[in-house]
């Protein structure tokens, strides 16, 4: 924060939710020059906002009122519904930003929701800790309504980089779920080392080590693989077909097995390799696997 920054209010902002991330919002907007007026459920969360120089809403309805753009960090889509839905009139006129964590279906419902209000609504997705609001390496995605965007971007950049995925509301969670997803398999797939070097001794932060070293090497292949998903190109130098993989996710099955460990996480590869196979696909490269993804065909 810059002694600039602080010198003339931007505007104001209602934050609802002061948990972990909600703070880490007011904080930053605060800190860059917004007014900022707080609730939570729990109102003795907004103690110290209050001596750092927001306002304190009693209502949601309140705080709706006085934010030119009003932030939801609530928990889920639920608790947000819960909350919206009263104060709709109060919301009117306002840039309504939702940046809980919801599904793509639930950010469309309550889009579809804030539509049938006349409310100008945008969905958030946060690709951040709280920690890293404001700060280098912090992204957050929005999708919705494009002149909301426009409207409040220079308040969203300063939490970190402001992307606009598309009008689909559903789009900015999309993303995040998908990243999350990519995040979570990686992070099992450390697990799953950990576990089986763990049992001749090797602890796990020596493993995690390797770990690192090896998928560092390996994650620019996620490039390849999305070439031949593109259908743009299959080099024959980094293609592995289902024949060669199935074996070999078989014996990290049985290793895993030989060393007391579950299997669990690596099953279902397992499985759809095996699916490939019996269809007569055992000559086709082993990532054939995200044609069996889709479960409405
Ligand atoms: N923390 C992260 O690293 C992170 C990263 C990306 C996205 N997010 C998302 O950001 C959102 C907030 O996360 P957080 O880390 O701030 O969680 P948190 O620290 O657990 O805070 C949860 C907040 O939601 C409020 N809340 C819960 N149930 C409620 C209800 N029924 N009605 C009204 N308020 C309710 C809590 O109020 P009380 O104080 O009254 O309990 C609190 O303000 C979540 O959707 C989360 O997925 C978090």
Redesign the pocket.
């Known amino acids: 924060m810059t002694a600039k920054e602080t010198a003339m209010s931007k505007g104001t902002i209602s934050i609802l939710?002061?948990?972990?991330?909600?703070?880490a919002i007011v904080d930053r907007l605060r800190e860059s020059g917004y007014d900022t007026v707080v609730w939570?459920?729990?109102a003795a969360?907004a103690e110290p906002h209050v001596k750092a120089g927001s306002e304190h809403a009693a209502t949601v309805a309140e705080a709706a009122r006085a934010g030119d753009i009003v932030i939801a960090?609530?928990?889920?889509h639920?608790?947000v519904r819960?909350?919206l839905e009263p104060v709709a009139t109060e919301l009117k006129g306002k840039v309504v930003v939702n940046?809980?964590?919801t599904t793509p279906n639930e950010s469309r419902a309550t889009a579809a929701w804030a539509a049938e209000h006349g409310l100008s609504y945008l969905d958030g997705?946060?690709?951040?800790?709280?920690p890293m609001i404001g700060r280098p390496g912090s992204s957050l995605l929005y999708s919705g309504d494009e002149n909301a965007f426009a409207i409040a971007k220079l308040a969203l950049e300063t939490l970190g980089t402001a992307d606009f995925e598309g009008a689909d509301a559903g789009l900015a969670s999309l993303k995040d779920m998908a990243l999350l997803s990519a995040m979570y398999q990686m992070f099992t797939g450390f697990l799953q080392a950990a576990a089986m070097m763990r049992t001749v001794g090797v602890a796990a932060g020596r493993t995690a080590e390797d770990v690192i070293a090896w998928l560092s090497e390996l994650i620019p292949h996620v490039g390849h693989f999305a070439a031949v998903i593109d259908g743009e190109d299959d080099d024959p130098a980094l293609r592995q077909d289902v024949a060669f993989t199935r074996p070999a996710i078989a014996s990290l099955i049985t290793a895993a097995r030989e060393q007391g460990v579950s299997s669990d996480f690596l099953e279902p590869l397992k499985k759809h390799l095996d699916e490939l196979a019996a269809t007569g696909r055992g000559d086709a490269n082993w990532i054939s696997v995200i044609d069996q993804f889709p479960i409405n065909e």
């Open positions: 939710g002061l948990g972990a991330m909600g703070s939570n459920r729990t969360k960090v609530l928990l889920d639920a608790s819960e909350h940046l809980t964590t997705a946060i690709m951040a800790t709280p």
